[in-house]
């Protein structure tokens, strides 16, 4: 964590600043701006959080290309997804060339140290949306995930839903980790072996989630076309699985009316009934100086499952 940018970074700071950070110069502008106007928290609160949480979000986001979603008016303007890093931008920001359709290149960001994730977040970033695979691999991720959308189910199916994925992934030895989406719902992860391409990662996905909507016909859908999905059922989502597609990072603020943020759980925490709401742009980096990151093996190496068993 760089001190110097904590402390310019206090509460209430206003205008513009300049933070000299780990030798790479950094305008920050526009800190006084209301971006949660009814919370009073401003774009230099928003800041301020990231400097904090930075320590254990950039291990997870670093090496990735990021696709920035831009609230320039605060969480509830107009916002606009931009793939392309805007230029000029300053010669230490690191991109990733990815080609898309015939051949068009997009120099996608990658937010890989604090200069970098407090320049995105000045451009209006309020949560971050990384890649699945790394700059080095495009088409090979290094996790399997699935998005539990409650639609119009209850938090309770949602969390009925995580456990019940959660107990058949650990069936067939694929170890999960849980953090709330921040937005509706359950991010589930499963840390795996690069190998497999991003479409062969879907196709894993997409089978897993039919299954289990299969066998809880009640409770859990895999049908992600709105106007065929049953009312009242928590959507086991692998459609997030596809290239190019993002989910919002861990410890990612999100636009709602809470500033509520994407945070690690514990499955024990989620039977105790913790909720979306309780975590918070104002109480998670004292969360996390109290329990660390609870991601962490997530960027170990051991553990990560073969997927080729299952092709």
């Known amino acids: 964590m760089n001190a ?21 110069e950094l305008r920050l502008t526009h800190l006084e701006k209301p971006f949660w106007p009814e919370l009073g ?17 950039l291990p997870h986001v670093r090496d990735r290309a990021m696709v920035m979603k831009r609230y320039p008016n605060g969480a509830f303007g107009p916002f606009f997804f931009m793939k392309r890093a805007p230029v000029p931008r300053p010669d230490w920001v690191q991109t990733c060339s990815i080609t898309h359709g015939a051949g068009n290149v997009i120099d996608f960001p990658v937010v890989g140290d ?24 495009v088409q090979r991720p290094d996790y399997l995930h699935f998005d539990l959308d409650p639609f ?56 897993l ?11 859990i859908t895999a049908e992600y076309r709105v106007a065929k999905r049953p009312r009242g059922r928590v959507l086991v989502d692998y459609n997030q699985n596809a290239l190019g597609r993002t989910l919002a990072s861990i410890y ?29 742009l104002r109480n998670v980096p004292a969360r996390v100086e109290r329990l660390g990151d609870l991601w962490k093996p997530l960027m170990s190496p051991k553990g990560r499952v073969e997927l080729g068993r299952f092709l």
Request: proline share 4%; aromatic share 6%.
């Open 4 to 24: 110097e940018a904590l402390d310019s970074l206090e509460e209430g700071a206003s205008g513009e600043l300049t933070l000299t950070i780990e030798g790479r």
């Open 41 to 57: 928290i401003t774009k230099g609160d928003l800041l301020r959080y990231y400097a904090h949480v930075a320590s254990v979000l």
């Open 114 to 137: 604090l200069a970098s994730l407090l320049w995105v977040v000045n451009l209006g970033c309020i949560d971050l949306n990384p890649w699945y695979a790394r700059c080095d691999d």
């Open 152 to 207: 119009d189910a209850s938090w309770e199916q949602v969390v009925e839903t995580g456990l019940v994925l959660r107990d058949v992934l650990e069936g067939l030895k694929m170890p999960t980790l849980v953090k709330t989406s921040g937005s509706k719902g359950l991010h589930l992860y499963v840390p795996i072996r690069r190998g497999p391409t991003q479409k062969q990662v879907w196709t894993i996905a997409k089978a």
């Open 209 to 219: 989630a039919q299954e289990l909507a299969g066998h809880h016909p009640d409770l």
């Open 252 to 280: 990612s603020v999100r636009p709602t009316r809470y500033a509520s943020v994407s945070t690690p759980v514990t499955w024990e925490e989620l039977e105790a009934g913790v909720r979306i709401e309780d975590f918070t």
